[in-house]
């Protein structure tokens, strides 16, 4: 009697289909061409994939078909060859551009204030699909986003930035609900106070006392690795809470883009044990208080008016708003994993 399971497993090894093999499989125009036909005409017959892939020999394509075949692209029950959901990923990459255009735009003088000076030096450029935004008055980077090609494709100055915005609101929002905007995988959070191992305030992070100052949150997919970590306040602004908190003061939340969502936003620790974040925005003599948890969850929520704020010994520390934090909001820097600073 011979055991096979040696040979199997041998088998087994031999047959995975590793990334090298997948980036080997997709090597010449011609089997890059059999995606793109089929990505725009759908299911096609073998004779009508061959002319579009402009091999000479029915032969010489048949081979460049079978190295797309299984992965990439399978045959159907009737002949005909679809994308597999790899083959159709690829497509839509080749199209967009992401393996093989590097786009440089800017500058683009931006209509906002610098949420860390409050002047009008705000500026984006973009290279190598990087946005990046900064102040040219007080030198400092305010945000670094990646976007698609595609995305700087068809849009001129004055739509750019309304497109980034609004790119960007999607993915803090599907970060927030635990789902990557790119594989789909699992998303970690953490929220904690900005600015490495020290508070805004100068305190250090173990301190038991709490302390005013900006506050971020990082998310983290643990399936492909992407990341993103933002001001928390950016976090919020799609609450129902907070988009019926300025609607009733007649303003869209909307209408803030992502580099300046207003002034009147604070960002204040109010609790280590257990951990919580108190994010308030103001606006005329209403306060909306949003209570958020380490794992960026919004506990609890709450409106006042300033004169019922009753923080007691916390009074001291309030700004003439009534609400805790310095005096430009949470100013804190956005930057996307691959973005680079």
Same mark, same amino acid.
């Given at each position: 009697m011979t055991d096979h399971r040696e040979d199997d497993e041998d088998a087994a090894e031999t047959d995975v289909f590793t990334p090298s093999d997948a980036f080997q499989s997709l090597g010449g125009e011609a089997r890059t061409a059999v995606l793109r036909a089929l990505a725009a005409d759908g299911p096609q017959q073998f004779s009508?994939?061959?002319?579009?892939?402009?091999?000479? %020999? !029915? @032969?010489?394509? $048949?081979?460049?078909?079978?190295?797309?075949?299984? +992965?990439? #692209?399978?045959?159907?029950?009737?002949?005909?060859?679809?994308?597999?959901?790899?083959?159709?990923?690829?497509?839509?990459?080749?199209? @967009?551009?992401?393996? %093989?255009? !590097?786009?440089? #735009?800017g500058p683009v003088e931006l209509d906002e204030r610098c949420p860390f000076c409050q002047e009008t030096g705000l500026v984006a450029h973009a290279a190598d699909n990087v946005t990046e935004v900064a102040c040219e008055d007080c030198e400092t980077p305010v945000l670094g986003l990646s976007l698609p090609p595609s995305g700087y494709a068809k849009r001129d100055?004055? !739509?750019?930035?309304? $497109?980034?915005? *609004?790119?960007?609101? +999607?993915?803090?929002? *599907?970060?927030?609900?635990?789902? &990557? /905007?790119?594989c789909g995988g699992a998303v970690t #959070?953490?929220?904690? /106070? @900005?600015?490495?191992?020290?508070?805004?305030?100068?305190?250090?992070?173990?301190?038991?006392?709490?302390?005013?100052?900006? #506050?971020?949150? %990082?998310?983290? &997919?643990?399936?492909?690795?992407?990341?993103?970590?933002?001001p928390l306040s950016l976090t919020v602004l799609d609450h129902p809470a907070v988009v019926s908190f300025y609607r009733d003061h007649g303003e869209d939340v909307r209408d803030r883009p992502v580099w300046n969502v207003g002034p009147e936003w604070r960002e204040h620790v109010v609790s280590r044990e257990p951990w919580c974040v108190l994010v308030s925005t103001r606006l005329d003599n209403d306060v909306l208080d949003l209570y958020v948890s380490v794992d960026g969850n919004i506990v609890e929520h709450r409106r006042r008016t300033v004169s019922d704020a009753g923080l007691g010994a916390n009074r001291a520390n309030l700004d003439p708003t009534g609400s805790a934090g310095g005096e430009n909001g949470p100013a804190d820097e956005m930057r996307e994993d691959d973005a680079t600073a």
């Open positions: 009508e994939l061959h002319d579009a892939s402009g091999v000479d %020999t !029915s @032969a010489g394509f $048949a081979y460049h078909l079978r190295q797309l075949d299984g +992965h990439f #692209v399978r045959q159907r029950a009737d002949d005909r060859y679809e994308l597999t959901w790899a083959g159709r990923e690829v497509a839509r990459g080749i199209r @967009a551009g992401v393996y %093989t255009d !590097s786009v440089a #735009v100055d004055g !739509s750019l930035p309304a $497109a980034l915005d *609004s790119f960007y609101r +999607h993915r803090i929002r *599907s970060y927030g609900d635990g789902v &990557c /905007p790119d #959070v953490a929220v904690e /106070p @900005a600015s490495g191992g020290e508070l805004a305030d100068g305190g250090e992070r173990d301190r038991d006392e709490t302390a005013h100052g900006p #506050v971020q949150a %990082t998310f983290d &997919c643990e399936g492909c690795g992407r990341g993103l970590r933002c």
